[in-house]
């Protein structure tokens, strides 16, 4: 199910700024909406429109919403980078049945920087105004959730004036804990019995991989300013995409897909190691070691075959790196393989996303036999943990990682403003592996979150 408004008509306008902002200072301390790596990404400031997807279609409903929002919209847009003009921020569930909603969020203001440059676009709703009638308007109101609408702008065109940050605000922290089962079970014996079977299963010939995750959960005290971990994220975690969106939180090492410009690229991880920085020679070994491991290396495989086989329909030119590579990030090693095409039809980024979600890097080999498996052995809803996170402007070109190192906040609670935390991680299981090993790696994959958080 999902809910589409009729196109509501929207008039974006980018104005250069002169000096490139501090993207992290200007995220809501409660409600951030944020992309960002480096000296790269943008920042959302208020809501003009929130899409909300749900089930099986919610990629091909996304991306014709959207399709129809751009083709309706008026762009003024003198800058002409990826991510100036009109753009929205997404996240969407991994399962198809998954009661987490997908969403496509359009900031009111998005103040963005790409390395030296920096914008802001400012985005009016034009349909309410006059220029359509009142009962097109009286309609959109009907379908879009009750709180999209905010005061319009009394400037008609940008202020190219970037608006002023919060000033910093609390910081308790959270700790993360082992997520109890509903009906009270251990959680840590629900992962390791389920990498067991999911062995099993690979023993009997069901599947050649399946990914299994487990949760960790906390509390956050109300009035938490996210811009604390948010800021140890993008300090931190250098080779990562850190973002915010509709209260998923997370730094992850993976494009799932950039699309700008007809040039398509993608970073495929899959195969780990956790990191020793305290002792360089312990480090090089587990590195070597992935690197020379024949069971991380078909684990590597699959997930790149399954990128491959999805890719090839939507691009020409396709190119891999020669050899899976090690990307060294602050917890763990990762194989990694680097992609590159370029777009051969006009696939938007989130037709490429539906394309090619779930990889073998978060699913498993062969896809729909891993992804009913998962269904069974995990005892709870992914929600957005390893779906897709990340933006798409009026053109359809975009940057969308699998949302990976990461954790979904929920609601505040009316009276104390505290907000439960649920984190999720997991690794590939093939023919040979190891619960125990498993599960230290997710204990490495959880790291960016559980320190992030930390008081
Ligand atoms: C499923 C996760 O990681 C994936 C990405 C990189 C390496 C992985 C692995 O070695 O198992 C996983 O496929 C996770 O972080 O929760």
Redesign the pocket.
Known sequence: MTSTPPAPRLRATTRPLEQAPDLLALADPSAPLIWTRGDRGCVGIGEVLRLTFTGPRRFSDAAEAWRRIAAAATVDDPVGMPGSGLVALGSFAFADGSAAESVLIVPRVLVARHRGRAWITEVVETSGSGEVGAADEAAERAVLPGDVRVPTLAAETARSAVPAAAEPGEWQGAALRDRELDGGGDSVAAYLAGVREAGERIERGAFEKI?I?RQLDGRLPGGSDLRVPLTRLAEHYLDCWTFAVDGLIGAS??TLIRSTNGAVSARV????RGRHPEDATRDARARDELLTSAK?QH??AF?VQSVVTALSPHVRELRTSDEPFPLRLPN?W??ATDLGAALGERSSSIELVGALHPT???AGTPTAAAVAAIAELEPFDRGR??GAVGWIDADGDGEWV?A??CAQLGEPDAETGARSIVA?????IVAGSDPTH?LG??VS?FRPITEAFAA
């Not at 991880?269 to 780990?272: D, H, I, K, N, V």
Request: proline content about 3%.
């Open positions: 990914v995750a090492p993976e991880l899959a195969g780990t991380e684990e590597h997930a763990v990762h194989l073998a890097a978060v943990y390893s699998i990976l190192r999720s991680a997991g690794g590939g498993e790696e997710t994959k």
